[in-house]
């Protein structure tokens, strides 16, 4: 799923404009969102003008801004979300629009023009591309079947949410994010996801026996959550970002140990009555996609509960204290979900496949970023 608002603009990080440098070779390039135009589009572009399209994909906004900060892209065309562009245009690393060479920006909608005017004053720096909101497509039948509509509709609500809160931060001249980790020495974002079963023939909570004891199942869902979890760290914590939320001492956990009402482990259950009893899955980070880590989450309980998986003791001090159990970064945890047959199986082997590949390219292109940090420490000291 993707932003509320895409804006098209040109890249800066060019030396010299495509028409001048290009002129010989005719080649355009453009950097965009994955699958946001006709399969024939391109084809149908080189056909008409001649012109050869290198046609470039991410999936996240760091990504193109890591590269346009970086330099030298190479690109002639660049499609972040419009916040985005608003902060590359007034760090110079866009170009000014020749509206000259644009005669159809006399057709673009008046009021989507004004509202982007806001961001780009005299909309010097962005042509408004796709307005409104776009998300990954679901064949609701099929999750209904498999987890009921409910939790569609929780997803729903979860996505709808954070790009209302964006919207309004706009109107407000703000910026709203969900990073796991946006600011450094601070607490990050965190999504925790309560969970309980119920039997469908009865209504109960099989997570309580009659006498309002915790039931066998209950302690299985969270073996399951402790055994699984790790490996499904790359569909919780899906961004690079992700594992910087997930350091000792700063309200976020860093192991999968359990405990009752316990704000220091990775999995706790809060104080309730018998018949709301559930687990609190505390790792998800602000930044996953609700749909997916929903269904990861609840497939982690699911194994524990179909193979019977005991959890380790409760963990009745401080949870900081003991060792990291998860993936300190997303190659790592890459990896693990990768190696993960019991969970590919339930989630499915095609999207474990597709979605690895996809984050592995993602992890590539940023190991290609030198951070600050690096040259502060290492430049002229090893």
Known sequence: MFPKSLVLALGLALTTPWSVAQE????????????YIAEDTIRNFEKETGIKVRYDNFDNNEIVHAKLVAGKTGYDIVIPSSNWAKLQADGGLLRKLDKAQLPNL????????????????????MVNWLW?????????EKV???????????????FLFKRTVREVALRHDMFATFMAKPIAGEPGSAMHIHQSVVDKATGRNIFSNEDGTPSREFYWYIGGLQRYTPAA??????????????????????????GIDNR??????????????????????????????LAATLACGYLGILNR????????????LGDFQLPRSLGEALALLRAEKDLSAVLGEGFITVYTEVKEVEYAE?????????????????
């Not at 010989?24 to 699958?35: A, H, P």
């Not at 209904?144 to 979860?158: N, P, T």
């Not at 940023?366 to 090893?382: A, D, G, Q, T």
Request: hydrophobic share 45%; aromatic share 8%.
């Open 264 to 293: 220091t482990v990775g999995i706790r259950s809060p104080l309730a009555p018998a018949a709301a009893r559930r687990v609190e899955n505390r790792v998800i980070g602000a930044d996953a996609n609700p749909y997916v880590a």
């Open 309 to 320: 998986i005991e959890p380790t003791a409760e963990c009745k001090g401080d949870a900081y």
């Open 24 to 35: 010989e070779e005719k080649i355009l390039n453009i950097y965009n969102w994955s699958d």
């Open 144 to 158: 209904k079947a498999a987890l009921g509509l409910s939790l569609i509709h929780i997803s729903d609500e979860v």
């Open 366 to 382: 940023f190991m290609k970023v030198i951070s600050p940090w690096e040259r502060e420490h290492l430049l002229l000291h090893v």
């Open 106 to 125: 006399r057709n673009l909608d008046p009021t989507v023009q004004a509202q982007l005017a806001r961001l780009d004053p005299g909309n010097e720096f």
């Open 132 to 140: 409104g909101f776009t998300t990954v497509g679901i064949n609701v």
């Open 233 to 258: 760290m790359a569909l919780l914590a899906p961004y690079v970002n992700s594992y910087r939320r997930l350091v000792r001492g700063v309200a976020a956990p860093i192991n999968i140990q359990w």
